[in-house]
Nanobody, 124 residues
Framework: QVQLVESGGGLVQAGGSLRLSCAAS????????VGWFRQAPGKEREFVTI????????YYADSVKGRFTISRDNAKNTVYLQMNSLKPEDTAVYYC?????????????????WGQGTQVTVSS
């Protein structure tokens, strides 16, 4: 069992930065891949990035590549999302999710565990 809690969201001006954290409980955290998704009002949940259990493999959506960086510290049971050069279109609720493998990583339906989300608002 894995429980996830996101934090670090807030209001930032375009061009600014935020770092989100996804803190996990459970002894199996180092065995799961963790992804970040986002959901804007009226839109479907959208894949942002994922990191493998060991941190050696990452994937990014084209829309955030070069601006966002995912990392993890298994000793602290935490995954981070560093977001730079933020744009108004990055505004959404950001969720972290955990899954047991990297298979089908862009689909939110394959993630067995989710946090409650944290709001990110980027003003123009």
């Amino acid at each position: 069992q894995v429980q996830l809690v996101e934090s670090g969201g807030g209001l930032v001006q375009a061009g600014g930065s935020l770092r989100l954290s996804c803190a996990a409980s459970g002894r199996t955290f180092s065995s799961v891949a963790v992804g970040w998704f986002r959901q804007a009002p009226g839109k479907e949940r959208e894949f942002v990035t994922i990191i493998s259990a060991t941190g050696g493999v990452t994937y990014y959506a084209d829309s955030v590549k070069g601006r966002f960086t995912i990392s993890r510290d298994n000793a602290k049971n935490t995954v981070y999302l560093q977001m730079n050069s933020l744009k108004p279109e990055d505004t959404a609720v950001y969720y972290c999710g955990a899954k047991w493998s990297l298979n089908n990583w862009p689909s939110p339906h394959d993630y067995g565990y989710w946090g409650q989300g944290t709001q990110v608002t980027v003003s123009s």
